[in-house]
């Protein structure tokens, strides 16, 4: 059989009605609507819902009614429930100027509805904020046609719920009656509801969708124009079990579905329940040849069997053939590997030699190198021995020439400092002798400083060029930090001795300009005068 778009066990029913008002007028059908509507919902050929799954409310006050609503959404034990049957049956109001949908209770008054009365919005809040997956929402009430028009009640033509996964059906327009006879067992659009779930449709379908359910009441329905909105596949949302399809036909449906699929043993079974509700010679010929494909797949799998012993039997000698072919290889490997392993073994005895071999003649010419290093080592001292004699030698020589230098240059500049003092002595003479005197003295006295510059000068290269050649030389071929200080330690002793012998010179030069100091104005006038020679 085609399976329902709900799941039976997580499926609950809330059926709520009022028919005894106390200030409206009563509507004494509404039991029969629960009461009929409860006996098609467990009934296992229309829909199998358990007992237990159905919750009825009748003749409640509103907030009585209210809070059963939320009581049953916020209940622990329908957290599994994942589809929800709303039914309500009792008189639907209109607000005036809001123009909302009020459901009744037994204490409602007109003069105070929003206080006596439920309006629908709070119960489709409660609803659309639950964890249900479908819920299908059925309301017998007049002006029940304002539940399908979603916030806006001006749009009348395929309005939007702003609950996902809802179904509303209502027994009329937002702005008709729905309509009951105060005798009969129910109200006109619930009676055309329990008509078609208990006589099914003529169609051969096997379910009833709710397209099917809302197009058979709007057919027959003449009091009312039945209203609904959706935002389910109402088309293909199947809810109950047509009673007028054939189960027979259904059961070899199903077998045939199985019999396509290979699955002769359940098609079989299938057949056998179908040819129980209608034995025909079709369905006793499909069992028949369900069981000869049954008896050609026993024969088939005995075969198969068989080859799969052989195949079995085949597959152990060669596994047993290999297993010995494999104990064979392993046997030649290891006397390989035993072999490998002594060759190895001579190959590293050679080697161990060899490398003997080739560390002793390292060795030994290791010690060569050293013997080699050690005599060249010792004639690099030597040699550093000559050449640091010879330096302290040609920087002895340096210094002595230095000292004789420098001797000259103080002799020099005293003398010129002579000089300045005895021009300084003669200044404040006024008359032209005395600045021909002048003249004559200075002249003699830079003629002898000439003559000594040239007197040593004559015995050889000047002094600075001899220091600076020893002196190039000494550092290019120096090792050491410390011969450098020797030497300059050297060089600082015989700057001591030239100073000495500047003293000495300093202490001449003096005698001197005293003796010409103190010779008489008048001797010097006396002296004949002299020609200019060139």
């Given at each position: 059989?085609?399976?329902?778009s709900?799941?039976?066990?997580?499926?609950?029913?809330?059926?709520?009605?009022?028919?005894?008002?106390?200030?409206?007028?009563?509507?004494?059908?509404?039991?029969?609507?629960?009461?009929?509507l409860?006996?098609?919902?467990?009934?296992?050929?229309?829909?199998g819902?358990?007992?237990?799954?159905?919750?009825q409310?009748?003749n409640?006050?509103?907030?009585?009614?209210?809070?059963?609503?939320?009581?049953?959404?916020?209940?622990?034990?329908?957290?599994?429930?994942?589809?929800l049957?709303?039914?309500?049956?009792?008189?639907?109001?209109?607000?005036?100027?809001?123009?909302?949908?009020?459901?009744?209770?037994?204490?409602?008054?007109?003069?105070?509805?929003?206080?006596?009365?439920?309006?629908?919005?709070?119960i489709?809040?409660?609803?659309?904020?639950?964890?249900?997956?479908?819920?299908?929402?059925?309301?017998?009430?007049?002006?029940?046609?304002?539940?399908?028009?979603?916030?806006?009640?001006d749009?009348?033509?395929?309005?939007?719920?702003d609950i996902?996964?809802?179904?509303?059906?209502a027994?009329s327009?937002?702005?008709?009656?729905?309509?009951?006879?105060t005798?009969?067992?129910?109200?006109?659009?619930?009676?055309e509801i329990?008509?078609?779930?208990?006589?099914?449709?003529v169609?051969?379908?096997?379910?009833?969708?709710?397209?099917?359910?809302?197009?058979?009441?709007?057919?027959?329905?003449?009091?009312?124009?039945p209203r609904?909105?959706?935002?389910?596949d109402t088309?293909?949302?199947?809810?109950?079990h047509?009673c007028?399809y054939d189960?027979?036909?259904?059961?070899?449906?199903?077998?045939?579905?199985?019999?396509?699929?290979?699955?002769?043993?359940?098609a079989?079974?299938?057949?056998?329940?179908?040819?129980?509700?209608?034995q025909?010679?079709?369905l006793?010929?499909?069992?028949?040849?369900?069981?000869?494909?049954?008896?050609?797949?026993?024969?088939?799998?005995?075969?198969?069997?068989?080859?799969?012993?052989?195949?079995?039997?085949?597959?152990?000698a060669?596994?047993e053939?290999?297993?010995?072919?494999?104990?064979?290889?392993?046997?030649?490997?290891?006397?390989?590997?035993?072999?490998?392993?002594?060759?190895k073994?001579?190959?590293?005895?050679?080697?161990?030699?060899?490398?003997?071999?080739?560390?002793?003649?390292?060795?030994?010419?290791?010690?060569?190198?050293?013997?080699?290093?050690?005599?060249?080592?010792?004639?690099?001292?030597?040699?550093?021995?000559?050449?640091?004699?010879?330096?302290?030698?040609?920087?002895?020589?340096?210094?002595?020439?230095?000292?004789?230098?420098?001797?000259?240059?103080q002799?020099?500049?005293?003398?010129?400092?002579?000089?300045?003092?005895?021009?300084?002595?003669?200044?404040?003479?006024?008359?032209?002798?005395?600045?021909?005197?002048?003249?004559?003295?200075?002249?003699?006295?830079?003629?002898?400083?000439?003559?000594?510059?040239?007197?040593?000068?004559?015995?050889?290269?000047?002094?600075?060029?001899i220091?600076?050649?020893?002196?190039?030389?000494?550092?290019?071929?120096?090792?050491?930090?410390a011969?450098?200080?020797?030497?300059?330690q050297?060089?600082?002793?015989?700057i001591?001795?030239?100073?000495?012998?500047?003293?000495?010179s300093?202490?001449?030069?003096?005698?001197?300009?005293?003796n010409?100091?103190?010779?008489?104005?008048?001797?010097?006038k006396?002296?004949p005068?002299?020609?200019?020679?060139?």
């Amino acid at each position: 059989m085609q399976l329902l778009s709900l799941d039976i066990r997580k499926t609950k029913a809330l059926l709520i009605g009022v028919s005894d008002y106390q200030f409206l007028p009563p509507i004494s059908p509404a039991l029969g609507n629960i009461e009929d509507l409860t006996a098609i919902l467990t009934d296992n050929d229309i829909l199998g819902l358990p007992a237990e799954n159905i919750i009825q409310v009748i003749n409640k006050r509103n907030d009585e009614i209210f809070d059963a609503i939320v009581e049953f959404l916020e209940n622990s034990d329908n957290a599994i429930i994942e589809t929800l049957l709303f039914y309500y049956v009792g008189h639907g109001i209109r607000e005036k100027t809001s123009k909302k949908l009020y459901l009744t209770g037994i204490n409602t008054k007109n003069s105070t509805i929003t206080t006596s009365a439920i309006l629908y919005n709070d119960i489709k809040d409660a609803i659309g904020n639950s964890q249900l997956q479908k819920r299908i929402v059925i309301l017998d009430a007049c002006h029940s046609g304002l539940a399908t028009q979603g916030e806006n009640p001006d749009v009348y033509t395929e309005p939007e719920l702003d609950i996902k996964g809802t179904f509303v059906l209502a027994s009329s327009s937002d702005s008709e009656k729905s309509f009951f006879d105060t005798g009969g067992r129910n109200t006109f659009f619930t009676a055309e509801i329990v008509k078609l779930l208990k006589n099914g449709l003529v169609e051969q379908k096997p379910v009833i969708s709710l397209d099917d359910m809302y197009f058979f009441v709007k057919k027959n329905l003449k009091q009312s124009t039945p209203r609904r909105n959706t935002n389910l596949d109402t088309h293909d949302f199947y809810l109950f079990h047509n009673c007028q399809y054939d189960t027979g036909k259904i059961l070899e449906h199903e077998a045939d579905l199985l019999f396509e699929q290979l699955e002769y043993e359940n098609a079989r079974l299938k057949y056998l329940e179908a040819f129980w509700k209608r034995q025909t010679d079709e369905l006793k010929h499909k069992i028949e040849e369900c069981e000869n494909y049954i008896d050609i797949k026993k024969k088939i799998l005995r075969k198969e069997q068989e080859v799969l012993r052989l195949k079995e039997e085949t597959e152990k000698a060669e596994r047993e053939q290999l297993q010995l072919q494999k104990l064979k290889e392993e046997q030649d490997i290891q006397k390989r590997l035993q072999e490998t392993e002594n060759e190895k073994k001579a190959d590293e005895e050679r080697l161990r030699k060899k490398k003997l071999k080739e560390k002793q003649a390292a060795d030994l010419k290791r010690i060569q190198e050293l013997e080699r290093a050690k005599i060249e080592e010792n004639e690099r001292i030597e040699n550093e021995k000559r050449i640091k004699l010879e330096e302290e030698q040609q920087l002895k020589k340096i210094r002595e020439k230095d000292d004789a230098d420098r001797l000259r240059q103080q002799r020099i500049e005293k003398e010129q400092a002579a000089n300045l003092k005895l021009k300084q002595d003669f200044k404040p003479l006024k008359s032209g002798k005395t600045l021909k005197k002048k003249i004559f003295l200075l002249i003699l006295m830079t003629s002898i400083v000439i003559i000594a510059i040239v007197y040593f000068s004559s015995k050889g290269p000047s002094a600075n060029e001899i220091r600076q050649h020893m002196i190039a030389d000494s550092i290019r071929k120096a090792d050491s930090v410390a011969v450098v200080q020797a030497e300059q330690q050297r060089i600082a002793d015989s700057i001591g001795k030239a100073r000495s012998v500047n003293s000495q010179s300093d202490s001449v030069s003096r005698v001197w300009m005293k003796n010409n100091a103190t010779l008489p104005v008048k001797l010097i006038k006396k002296q004949p005068k002299k020609k200019k020679q060139r």
